[in-house]
């Protein structure tokens, strides 16, 4: 069963899987968690490890079933693993902030209650007052809805009030599963504002989203998973890097699709770079270019210059990347 939405506020709640406390520098790891393992049996998320920093945003990626929701409830302290450590490291003193908010993808809103019901319980919880309740719901675009059933939302209204209540949290380590969903687009150039405004204010952001063109300019940091392991992890830019130096763009006068199929076909590795372009790898060259020539076309080798997180993710997912050691 995937939990529900929820708020780890104080991290109290956490089942404690080795987890501990530091107080660190400005910007420091803010969530580092090491060797995660859970069993499911039909599934297995194996030795998974992830650092948050502070002021940065992390992107977490991975195909549908690879374990990114299990691996974030399990940060929440939600889900207890079979192994691993989670260590959290508190931010400047005197920052006020709670430790960590979560977003996860699904809803555990009373359905029964107000929106600002639902939020006036978070903002008691943790201490701030009614007034900032009005203050994100505004912001939320749903002050209007404000006094309405949750439950009489739609879609997009409550990931709205999610992100509300994120906002209404205020931590430190904010982790956000898959938050554009449902949302408008009005609502998605919201959110990003939103997030870049967590890392100004030194927050640590983790974003797990299959919505690869929104989280392109947003991150600093990423982690792919694949089948429940951690297939590549580090700066976002040494990713792209590493593509780059490995792949290289080929084009061609012949449609690409036909073109695609018969490289893959001849052995070569090949993706769709662009609406004319695809990318081989470098190594790979000679090949592509032989059976581009048996098709009576020429073709010409291009740099792939900064490749998109489209064409990292898909060359990471059909291909590989590691940069993870495997245990
Ligand atoms: N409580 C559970 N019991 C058994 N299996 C579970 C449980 N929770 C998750 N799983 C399984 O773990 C696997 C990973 O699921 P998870 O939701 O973590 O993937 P995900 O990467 O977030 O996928 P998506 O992109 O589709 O949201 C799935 O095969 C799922 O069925």
Do not use: C
């Amino acid at each position: 069963m995937t939990p529900s939405a929820v708020i780890a506020g104080s991290g109290k709640e956490a089942p404690v899987v080795a987890g501990s406390v530091t107080a660190g520098e400005a910007d420091a790891p803010r969530l580092t968690a090491t060797g995660l393992s859970k069993n499911y049996g039909a599934f297995r998320l194996t030795d998974v490890g992830i650092d948050v920093h502070a002021g940065r945003v992390l992107g977490f990626f991975g195909p549908n079933g690879s374990g990114k929701t299990t691996t974030l409830a399990i940060l929440a302290g939600l889900v207890r693993p079979d192994a691993g450590s989670i260590h959290r490291v508190a931010g400047p003193s005197g920052a006020g902030r709670q430790p960590m908010s979560v977003l996860l993808d699904s809803f555990g809103h009373n359905p029964f209650l107000t929106g600002r019901e639902h939020l006036r319980t978070v903002a008691r919880r943790f201490g701030h007052p009614a007034s900032r309740v009005d203050e994100v719901l505004e912001e939320a675009g749903i002050a209007s809805a404000a006094r309405r059933r949750i439950g009489k939302y739609s879609l997009g209204m409550r990931r709205r009030l999610s992100i509300a209540e994120v906002l209404l949290v205020d931590a430190e380590v904010v982790l956000l599963d898959e938050p554009t969903n449902g949302l408008d687009p009005d609502g998605i150039v919201w959110l990003r504002r939103v997030i870049r405004r967590m890392v100004a204010e030194g927050r640590a952001v983790l974003l797990s989203s299959h919505m690869l063109n929104e989280a392109e300019g947003l991150i600093d940091d990423a982690v792919f998973l694949l089948e429940g392991r951690v297939e590549w992890a580090g700066p976002y830019q040494d990713v792209v890097t590493a593509v780059a130096e490995r792949y290289v763009g080929l084009r061609s006068t012949t449609n690409v699709f036909e073109l695609a199929e018969h490289l893959a076909a001849r052995g070569v590795d090949v993706l769709q770079a662009g609406p004319d372009e695809l990318a081989v790898r470098v190594e790979q060259v000679p090949q592509a270019r032989k059976a581009v020539a048996e098709l009576g076309h020429g073709a010409s080798i291009v740099d792939l210059g900064r490749p998109n997180l489209d064409l990292v993710y898909h060359l990471i997912r059909s291909h590989g990347l590691r940069n993870q050691e495997v245990s």
